[in-house]
């Protein structure tokens, strides 16, 4: 039986939708079974990529059979990705609201949902997702979720998946189930057709000028024939007064049309109603019409309006309620603001190209004079309190991000540390590496912060490492923290400085010799290797884990003693997977040495793999599946132990991890050892051994 449709963050709707019969056609045959897995619709803001969408959906929600699933997430309104495939797998397994689980975990069960159901899946906006500059322009900011839509897009799918988007995709244009369709200005048919559903008057031809005028770009068409009937009697001639303005360095052609009919209103719109319009648009995650009133009522509003601004009109705070409702009114009736959600909550919002509008008038400056009037309603408001879900954090995130806006780092940082470890508390790695970037010019964590006080880049470098970004974490981490780069420099191979370097400073000498331990046994100096080893007394599972692997990979795990390795301090506060680390170490131990309590290692070995997918953190997950083959192979289950090492080797690839890749291929050999594929394994591990040295020897 089909869900009920779940929208979230629900797009715009057109006003009217003319022409794109071509598009909805191309939609309708890859929702019935077609070549095309993922449908992407490109091309400038305002070019009617969610109109085309949004009269698709309506057609679907109408139809008399619809489709196992249908899910629409418009990042204009919903920008944290994380959360977009929480929700998406939510709605997948009939949650009542998202799980905290790891972006990875949601996507590695939704694949073969989605492969074996039909369903239709519309991601909006995709753009805010995205690269926007640089080399990686057009790339995915969450690798899950590009690892997700390119995973689709490699299959055949009894449905779709929508994506629309102001930006190219290069990670999708060579994958065979995929079409990149580059959306056109509407014909002139259909722009004078949209000129006339709006009211404009006057002869074809004078309509047509019009709709030339505004480059036949479906928005700014729409905006000029709005602005047309409200102060001109929709007079098409018109048009001809609208300001000739001067291209902004690195507007498009669409974005010049739309400000040039948004000069026009400006021009006839009242103060208060600029003022409005401005505020309500500033919000990173759209209010509702309640919420925006008391906004504007409020005192941070009425001093930055009256005391910063120097407005001169009657402050909002002294007109009534209704008054504010009927200009809000009257701006969503010209089309400038828009009330959007049909299905739930319903919230306030404008076109981006409406917003980027707005922002440019404003200038940099009265953008973060706003954006410290937004924080501060948003610290004072009397709902405030601590997030317990990662849903429920909206609001303290646009807090945080509202004091970015400001500059007000200081402030900033205070709303970060009141998120208490978004990337432990809510498995969000993702949402804490993306507010740590605010503090660097363009996200760009390589420049110098914009904040002189910033010091988290020990909090950065983690997230990466939990993300599977360990070439990045080595970068990141600081000369002080130097030493903590030891877990990226296993995982990518990197042995040499472990090596290298007999010692570091103080705190981390246990560390670090932990590390040094586990290298100098990979690359086959085993008697040095458990020597060291054998000398440390570890205090914490990060130390364990290195000593452990090292005994481990040399064959002498009865130098251990396992309850050292599984005793916690009491009262001690340590992450939820360290409780996880410590059972794949027992599980481990039991395996080599003999289980004389008879513990189900099959059972433990699959409740630790689902328990460190959920946690998303992919050295983890790679090691206890080359344990869990292991024991397979032990048993001769060699069919499921290939399907294990499968898939530790494709974790290995997907996050160069080149240990884990070596012990893979090393462990598929010994499978194959009569068969065909034994020669392409044994290549693949000599590359990697001539390549970092290692390993030496094998992972039992």
Not at 234 to 254: I, K, N, Q, S
Not at 394 to 416: I, K, P, Q, T
Not at 572 to 584: G, N, Q, V
Request: proline share 6%.
């Amino acid at each position: 039986m089909a869900r009920l449709p779940s929208i979230h963050h629900c797009t715009s709707e057109p006003y009217r939708f003319f022409g794109r019969s071509a598009e909805l056609a191309l939609l309708d045959a890859a929702l019935r079974g077609g070549p095309e897995s993922v449908v992407a619709l490109i091309g400038p803001g305002g070019q009617g990529k969610t109109a085309i969408v949004q009269h698709w959906l309506e057609a679907l929600l109408g139809a008399a059979e619809r489709p196992d699933g249908l899910f629409l997430w418009s990042f204009y309104r919903g920008k944290d990705a994380d959360l977009c495939l929480r929700s998406l797998y939510a709605y997948a397994e009939g949650l009542s609201q998202p799980s905290e689980l790891s972006a990875s975990y949601c996507v590695d069960h939704l694949l073969p949902r989605l492969r074996r159901e039909r369903w239709a899946i519309v991601l909006d906006g995709t753009e805010v997702a995205q690269y926007d500059s640089g080399s990686w322009l057009g790339r995915f900011l969450h690798p899950e979720l590009g690892r997700f839509l390119e995973e689709l897009a490699s299959e055949p799918l009894p449905g779709v998946a929508v994506m629309t988007t102001r930006f190219a995709l290069p990670t999708l244009t060579t994958r065979r189930h995929a079409r990149l369709l580059s959306l056109s200005a509407l014909d002139a048919a259909s722009a004078g057709a949209l000129l006339s559903s709006l009211g404009v008057q006057g002869t074809a031809a004078e309509r047509e000028e019009a709709a030339e005028a505004g480059g036949h770009h479906a928005k700014a068409v729409e905006l000029l024939g709005t602005y047309l009937v409200r102060y001109h009697q929709g007079d098409a001639r018109r048009h001809r007064a609208l300001p000739d303005l001067p291209r902004e360095e690195g507007a498009g052609e669409e974005e010049h049309r739309v400000a040039r009919v948004m000069a026009a209103f400006r021009e006839a719109l009242p103060s208060e109603s600029q003022d409005i319009l401005a505020l309500a648009t500033a919000f990173r995650d759209p209010p509702n019409e309640a919420r925006l009133v008391d906004y504007l009522r409020s005192e941070p509003v009425h001093a930055l309006l009256h005391r910063t601004w120097r407005r001169t009109y009657p402050p909002f705070v002294e007109r009534p309620v209704e008054w504010l409702s009927d200009q809000i009114q009257q701006l969503i009736d010209l089309r400038l603001l828009e009330r959007v959600g049909r299905v739930g909550p319903t919230v306030l919002d404008a076109h981006p190209l409406v917003r980027r509008s707005f922002e440019r008038v404003l200038g940099a400056g009265g953008q973060r004079q706003s954006a410290g009037a937004r924080a501060g309603f948003l610290r004072g408001r009397p709902d405030r309190r601590r997030p317990e879900t990662f849903e429920d954090a909206r609001e303290e995130v646009e807090m945080f991000h509202a004091y970015a806006d400001a500059g007000l780092w200081n402030e900033a940082d205070s709303a970060f540390v009141a998120l208490d470890n978004p990337k432990h508390r809510f498995l969000a790695p993702v949402l804490e590496r993306d507010l740590l970037l605010r503090f660097f010019a363009d996200g760009d964590w390589r420049q110098p912060p914009s904040w002189l006080g910033f010091g988290r880049y020990r909090s950065l470098a983690i997230c990466f490492e939990m993300l599977g970004q360990f070439d990045d974490a080595v970068a990141v981490y600081r000369d002080t923290d130097a030493a903590l780069r030891g877990d990226a420099f296993i995982a990518l191979g990197r042995l040499g400085p472990l090596l290298d370097q007999p010692f570091v400073p103080p705190p981390w000498q246990t560390l670090w010799q932990a590390y040094r331990s586990h290298a100098l046994c990979l690359v086959g100096r085993t008697d040095e290797a458990v020597a060291l080893a054998r000398s440390l007394v570890p205090v914490d599972i990060y130390e364990w884990v290195h000593v452990f692997e090292c005994l481990l990979r040399a064959g002498q795990l009865t130098a251990l003693d396992l309850r050292s390795v599984l005793f916690r301090p009491p009262h001690a506060e340590e992450h939820r997977w360290a409780d996880l680390t410590r059972r794949r170490l027992r599980a481990d131990y039991l395996r080599i040495l003999g289980n004389p309590d008879g513990i189900d290692l099959e059972d433990e070995y699959r409740q630790l793999l689902d328990g460190f997918d959920r946690g998303g953190l992919p050295f983890e997950r790679a090691l206890t599946r080359l344990s869990h083959a292991a024991w397979l192979r032990q048993r001769q289950h060699l069919e499921q132990a290939e399907r294990v090492y499968r898939a530790a080797l494709d974790l290995a690839l997907q996050h160069r991890m080149r240990i884990v890749e070596a012990d893979a291929w090393m462990g598929l050999s010994l499978l194959y050892s009569e068969r065909s594929e034994s020669a392409e394994c044994e290549a693949a591990l000599a590359a990697i051994r001539r390549e970092i040295g290692a390993p030496a020897i094998p992972r039992p």
